[in-house]
């Protein structure tokens, strides 16, 4: 379980009118922006995620702000480009957050300079809109034991996202400097996608990139949280079972764990307002 403590502080700054410019904000992405590995209490069967962590933040002061999150796990970012492109620009947002490229770099044989070729275009047609981009790096995967022997990939993309964000004056979120990600629990069971606790320790860093004031402090996890890599390794039959074998065998079958899911959050709606529940189920998510 990722059950995660929030410890109040006399730090926190109290919300605001008018403490940011914003007041439409659409996110675009895979499984990482959709929220995957943070089940959402208030929506069975969705996710929260650090997307909708941002949102809230974000709304707060904020009366006319509304929010929607067009991603879907397992996407390329040939389909982020082909399906969530229009649909953001048509959102007319002011805001826009984007982080997409990961699934491509995962997948054997993936050039992290071709991928970001692709990125530039997408950038290209986002940048239309006028809005502020917020631009995701993918985060150090060094002592990952999945993702671990691809990190110069993730590194030598990363340099390729850094240049696109000058090229488009958008802000960067930067995963990879974010060292508490380091930390096994802020890892989900799957060893793919961000804990609760990670996905909060990242909402607050992209709130930090965007200079917008928030109450995200830094969680304490519960006793049951505390794992070092030792003892995930003991459990290394169960998730190879539960969670790599699956993903296989998708892989082989040329089938994605976003076939037949939509958008969370297809329009742009007031945060406290529930959305439709368009995603058909959570299930696995690799």
């Known amino acids: 379980m990722n059950n995660v403590i929030e410890t109040p502080s006399a730090a926190s700054t109290p919300p605001s009118t008018g403490r940011h410019p914003w007041s439409r ?15 959402d209490p208030r929506s069975p069967g969705n996710y929260r995620g650090w997307a909708d962590r941002v949102a809230e933040q974000l709304s707060e002061g904020v009366n006319d702000f509304a929010y929607a999150n067009l991603a879907i796990r397992g996407r390329l970012i040939t389909q982020i480009f082909d399906e969530q492109a229009g649909p953001a620009l048509e959102l007319k947002p002011d805001l826009i957050s984007l982080c997409a490229g990961g699934n491509d770099v995962i997948r054997p044989g993936g050039d992290p300079d071709a991928i970001a070729d692709k990125l530039d275009a997408l950038m290209r047609v986002l940048a239309t809109s006028n809005a502020t981009i917020l631009l995701f790096t993918g985060p150090d995967i060094r002592d990952t034991p999945v993702l671990g022997g691809i990190r110069g990939k993730v590194a030598i993309y990363n340099e390729n996202v850094r240049t696109i964000a000058a090229r488009y004056d958008a802000v960067v979120a930067d995963m990879w400097s974010l060292r508490e990600l380091h930390q ?14 990670g996905h909060h320790t990242i909402a607050a860093m992209a709130l930090d990139a965007l200079n917008v004031p928030h109450q995200l402090k830094p969680l ?12 995930a390794r003991r459990d290394d039959l169960i ?12 892989r082989l079958r040329h089938q994605s764990s976003g076939d037949g899911v939509l958008p969370k959050r297809p329009l742009a709606t007031p945060f406290t307002e529930q959305p439709p529940n368009s995603s058909l189920g959570n299930g696995p998510a690799i």
């Open 25 to 39: 904000y659409v996110a675009l992405g895979d499984s990482f922006t959709e929220g995957v590995g943070d089940d």
């Open 239 to 250: 998730w190879a079972r539960t969670h790599l074998a699956p993903w296989v065998l998708r």
């Open 184 to 197: 096994p629990r802020m890892w989900a069971d799957d060893r793919l996608h961000f804990s609760p606790l």
């Open 220 to 231: 304490e996890p519960s006793e049951a949280e505390i794992k070092n890599w030792r003892d």
